[in-house]
């Protein structure tokens, strides 16, 4: 049945377009101020928040580059700030003085990538990772006001993840995406010492004191969800755990700089709950709720009186909360606030084929009655998760009438390491099953119209929407494929290095697995492909390259099969500029309303679309 849109006027989809997006907020060491990232101006750059009542926040210049990161110097003098240059992946640190002036590129190694790790909290030295075309890791301390450099460490799959304020030790992770372990190397002498021997697992975050002495640990080594641990340098015990759930996962760690604090963030069934630890006392305290539902940053304060939070609703774009570690109170300093009327999330339990329980987000149109059009959404990683976040395409979907079901299939992050391992290998099969499960059980629930389903994703989710669309041609009315994989022979071939060796553990290995992978890849099943599919990438994307979409689009037209493509010149795998998501959005909304046959959608603000082909 056609859905009843008379209250479509009020749902905020051209609001939800071009509505500011906050992020990667930190406190200045005196606690005067905040600097994060905006891209209130359509651009995302730095900005900088005083805390004082009535201060207006001031931008500041980094160059025409997005910004996807910063971050205040001990001293208090400059930020550092992670560049995109042409939106892409190859990312470079900046310095910048915290009212502009003084650019200067800290990192940016040619070829490849550089990301800032931490400051040391030894004046102005600033721990990154440069990561060479050839995949290579060398972690370096560079000095923000004299340009020193000082590498310490060097390898494949290495990661640095924190160095003692004397520089004499280096807390670094080596290892492949589901397999981390987390050493200590002493750097006069560079000897390393294995933390969490001898158990299973993998341990993505840490950092040490600011002695050196203690390392913690956010890993699910020898447990199944992420739990916090502390290993103790000299200690012949096991390492101690210092925080752990049955029902979340510790997914944030912040420790204050003089090492007497900590902030830990739980994944509890996608939403955000905050504890605070006295490492001192050991003493573990919860803090109220956070005024929203995720939780996606947390920096604290130089003493650990205050934490810096980026957090997000359905409702409500990412925006900056500061929380007094005292009281418990939190106070928003930056951001749009909550939309009028936007859509929210139900949580939705369901089951597989196998038995196995997965869940899911639900979004349902406005003033709908019965069965109605559905997209089904997939999300990246495969080890990300679906959480009820801020989304403008969700937005828009609904209200074009169109409804959205987001889950977390198997290989999903947030749900304990057993369920992300479960579709690791030839396990991959039964993720694309998950799929199919999933909208079978949207319309058992009365909720899809079962001949006005679509299938659509992002990044992995790109990838299982093709597989899901040629495993189960018949299944869906049309698909949107957004920096897809789709074929792995190509993408291990043209993928950065580093990105294809870190995924040997999870999709297989390119010659040992040759006949897997092959089985595996939508690219060589086109030919049962049904649907009318959508394809958008952006140009300057290295981690899933272009050349993925563009060969699905040249196939699919050999074939006489409908397909269309949005190509964005100056992006990579994310969609950082708000005038191309506007096009992203209107280009995908229009489209899907289209297929599926709903009204005719022509959101206020709409720009022109990207590259079209």
């Given at each position: 049945?056609?859905?009843?849109?008379?209250?479509?006027?009020?749902?905020?989809?051209?609001?939800?377009?071009?509505?500011?997006?906050?992020?990667?907020?930190?406190?200045?060491?005196?606690?005067?101020?905040?600097?994060?990232?905006?891209?209130?101006?359509?651009?995302?750059?730095?900005?900088?928040?005083?805390?004082?009542?009535?201060?207006?926040?001031?931008?500041?210049?980094?160059?025409?580059?997005?910004?996807?990161?910063?971050?205040?110097?001990?001293?208090g003098g400059h930020l550092a700030v992670l560049v995109a240059p042409g939106g892409g992946e190859h990312t470079q640190v900046e310095a910048v003085q915290t009212h502009g002036g003084d650019l200067r590129t800290l990192a940016a190694p040619p070829g490849g990538s550089a990301s800032m790790v931490r400051w040391t909290g030894r004046g102005e030295t600033l721990l990154v990772a440069e990561t060479a075309a050839d995949g290579l890791t060398s972690a370096v301390l560079v000095d923000a006001v004299t340009g020193g450099r000082r590498p310490i460490a060097a390898g494949h799959l290495l990661w640095p993840a924190s160095v003692s304020r004397d520089h004499s030790r280096m807390l670094l992770r080596r290892g492949p995406r589901g397999a981390r372990r987390m050493y200590v190397a002493d750097l006069a002498n560079g000897v390393e010492q294995p933390l969490?021997?001898?158990?299973?697992?993998?341990?993505?975050?840490?950092?040490?004191?600011?002695?050196?002495?203690?390392?913690?640990?956010?890993?699910?080594?020898?447990?199944?969800?992420?739990?916090?641990?502390?290993?103790?340098?000299?200690?012949?015990?096991?390492?101690?755990?210092?925080?752990?759930?049955?029902?979340?996962?510790?997914?944030?760690f912040a420790l204050s700089a003089d090492g007497r604090r900590a902030l830990l963030v739980w994944n509890r069934y996608g939403r955000s709950e905050l504890d605070?630890?006295?490492?001192?006392?050991?003493?573990?305290?919860?803090?109220?709720?956070?005024?929203?539902?995720?939780?996606?940053?947390?920096?604290?304060?130089?003493?650990?009186?205050?934490?810096?939070?980026?957090?997000?609703?359905?409702?409500?774009?990412?925006?900056?909360?500061?929380?007094d570690l005292g009281t418990g109170r939190y106070r928003r300093v930056a951001g749009a606030g909550p939309l009028q009327a936007a859509g929210g999330a139900e949580p939705v339990r369901l089951r597989a084929r196998d038995g196995l329980e997965l869940t899911a987000w639900l979004y349902r149109p406005p003033h709908v009655t019965g069965p109605a059009p559905y997209a089904l959404y997939l999300h990246g990683g495969p080890e990300d998760e679906e959480r009820p976040t801020f989304n403008p395409l969700f937005q828009n979907l609904l209200a074009a009438g169109i409804g959205v079901f987001a889950p977390n299939v198997r290989g999903s992050g947030g749900h304990g390491r057993a369920f992300r391992r479960a579709d690791d290998g030839a396990l991959r099969f039964r993720a694309i099953e998950d799929v199919a499960d999933c909208a079978a059980e949207l319309v058992r629930l009365g909720l899809a119209d079962p001949g006005r389903l679509a299938c659509m994703g992002w990044s992995y989710g790109g990838y299982l929407t093709l597989a899901a669309l040629v495993a189960h041609p018949g299944l869906f009315r049309a698909g949107v494929d957004v920096a897809g994989i789709a074929d792995f022979e190509t993408f291990y071939a043209r993928t950065e290095p580093w990105i294809a060796e870190a995924a040997f553990s999870e999709y297989g290995h390119p010659e040992a697995d040759r006949d897997?992978?092959?089985?595996?890849?939508?690219?060589?099943?086109?030919?049962?492909?049904?649907?009318?599919?959508?394809?958008?990438?952006?140009?300057?994307?290295?981690?899933?390259?272009?050349?993925?979409?563009?060969?699905?689009?040249?196939?699919?037209?050999?074939?006489?099969?409908?397909?269309?493509?949005?190509?964005?010149?100056?992006?990579?795998?994310?969609?950082?500029?708000?005038?191309?998501?506007?096009?992203?959005?209107?280009?995908?909304?229009?489209?899907?309303?289209?297929?599926?046959?709903?009204?005719?959608?022509?959101?206020?603000?709409?720009?022109?679309?990207?590259?079209?082909?």
């Open positions: 049945m056609t859905p009843d849109l008379g209250g479509l006027a009020h749902v905020p989809s051209p609001a939800s377009l071009t509505a500011e997006s906050c992020l990667a907020p930190a406190l200045a060491p005196d606690d005067s101020a905040v600097a994060y990232v905006s891209d209130r101006d359509g651009h995302p750059k730095v900005w900088v928040q005083p805390l004082r009542d009535g201060a207006e926040a001031w931008p500041v210049d980094t160059g025409p580059q997005p910004v996807m990161d910063v971050s205040w110097a001990p001293t969490l021997p001898g158990l299973t697992g993998t341990t993505d975050l840490g950092v040490l004191s600011p002695d050196g002495r203690t390392a913690y640990l956010v890993t699910d080594a020898g447990r199944d969800r992420a739990a916090l641990l502390a290993a103790r340098r000299g200690a012949l015990a096991p390492a101690e755990v210092l925080a752990e759930r049955e029902d979340a996962e510790l997914d944030r605070l630890l006295d490492l001192g006392r050991g003493e573990l305290r919860a803090l109220p709720p956070p005024p929203a539902a995720v939780v996606t940053s947390a920096r604290l304060s130089w003493h650990g009186t205050l934490a810096a939070l980026a957090a997000e609703s359905p409702e409500e774009p990412s925006h900056v909360l500061v929380c897997l992978l092959r089985a595996l890849s939508p690219l060589r099943a086109l030919d049962r492909l049904a649907a009318p599919l959508l394809l958008v990438h952006g140009a300057a994307d290295t981690n899933v390259p272009l050349y993925e979409a563009e060969q699905v689009l040249a196939a699919a037209r050999a074939l006489g099969l409908p397909c269309e493509a949005l190509f964005f010149d100056d992006e990579g795998h994310e969609i950082r500029q708000v005038a191309n998501r506007i096009s992203f959005v209107a280009k995908v909304v229009d489209w899907l309303s289209h297929q599926l046959r709903t009204v005719e959608y022509r959101p206020t603000g709409r720009k022109d679309f990207g590259r079209a082909r």
